[in-house]
Every structure is written in C-alpha cells, then in structure tokens.
C-alpha cells in the first residue's frame, strides 16, 4: 500500500505560479513511477507530468510542456509540480498517482490513469483571467 497526500493548491491569476507538493508513504519502494494528473468539471481524467523512480526521466503532457516541471526528492519521499505561466485551462483538481507495473514506462501509457494503483485525495487549482 502506498499513501499520497497532495497540498499547495490555490487561486492564482493567469501568468501566476503555484508549485504543488505530494507526500508518499508506505510501499514506495516498490513504485516504478509518479506522476501529476488532473481533471477539470466535466472532463476526463489526464495526464500531466511523469517521472521515473530513481531516475532522471520525466514526460510531460504537451499541454505543459515548457511551463511545468515535475520532480522529486527520493530521501523525503515527495514529489513536487512547479506551474508556471499558469493560464486558465490548467483550472483542475490536480491528482499525484504511483505506479507498481511497468506500464507507466511505456510512451503508449504512461500518462494513462489505468496504470496507476494508488491515488492522493486531489488538490484544487484555479487560474483566473
């Protein structure tokens, strides 16, 4: 069993920054990868940003790239999401996820919610114009 809890969630105008924040604990020995989800009213869930457990390798959806980045702190087990020129369509709920299969390191999946196992309650994000 693995636990995430996701915090540093607010209100912030268009052009503005906020940098979101995942505590794991439990089982994140056994993770493959973490990654970034959200999912705004009415919309399915998706995939933001991924990173490989012990390594370097992150993914970004293209909807970000270039203005998120997705990191983490193995000896703190958190996982972290600086958004930066943060625009109106980034209002979501933003979701950190870990992933125990080897799914998520695939280029057809990994930002695929299936293959993730375990969830965080969610943290709010809303960008004004």
């Known amino acids: 069993q693995v636990q995430l809890v996701e915090s540093g969630g607010g209100s912030v105008q268009a052009g503005g920054s906020l940098r979101l924040s995942c505590a794991a604990s439990g089982n994140t020995y056994s993770s493959y990868c973490m990654a970034w989800f959200r999912q705004a009213p009415g919309k399915e869930r998706e995939g933001v940003a991924v990173i490989y457990t012990g390594g370097s390798s992150t993914y970004y959806a293209d909807s970000v790239k270039g203005r998120f980045t997705i990191s983490q702190d193995n000896a703190k087990n958190m996982l972290s999401l600086q958004m930066n020129s943060l625009q109106p369509d980034d209002t979501a709920m933003y979701y950190c996820?870990?992933?125990?299969?080897?799914?998520?390191?695939?280029?057809?999946?990994?930002?695929?919610?299936?293959?993730?196992?375990?969830w965080g309650q969610g943290t709010q994000v809303t960008v004004s114009s």
């Open positions: 996820a870990n992933s125990g299969g080897f799914g998520c390191r695939s280029s057809f999946t990994r930002l695929l919610p299936r293959v993730y196992n375990y």
